[in-house]
């Protein structure tokens, strides 16, 4: 069984910075085939950063140039490195990947993951 942990969430000020890590263990799944979603209060699922097999990336328009998605191999872990950070990031964040041998591409939306972690809470204050 395939479990992924998110950490490192907590309540920040506008500006500060946080990294959230993803720890994967257990089961099958592609570890080059994962994503960060959020859900705002009162909202779905979104998603926020992908990473895909051949090591791109990609961000919605709202975080580029802020949010850093990375992996590393070794510590089977994911990380989303958010930097100044605004209140319209509040949300509970969730790392999401694939069964082994599924395909992916860059912006997959949520329903084409196959195992998720429980969310971490992240609260950005004015």
């Known amino acids: 069984q395939v479990q992924l942990v998110e950490s490192g969430g907590g309540s920040v000020q506008a500006g500060g910075s946080l990294r959230l890590s993803c720890a994967a263990s257990?089961?099958?799944?592609?570890?080059?085939?994962m994503g960060w979603f959020r859900q705002a209060p009162g909202e779905q699922h979104a998603g926020v950063a992908w990473l895909i097999p051949d090591g791109r990336t990609t961000y919605i328009d709202a975080v580029k140039g802020r949010f850093t998605i990375s992996k590393d191999n070794a510590k089977n872990t994911l990380y989303l490195q958010m930097n100044s950070l605004k209140p319209e990031d509040t949300g509970i964040y969730y790392c999401a990947t694939v069964r082994a041998g599924a395909k992916c591409f860059l912006g997959m939306g949520d329903v084409m993951y196959d195992y998720w972690g429980r969310g971490t809470q992240v609260t950005v204050s004015s």
């Open positions: 257990g089961g099958r799944y592609s570890s080059n085939c």
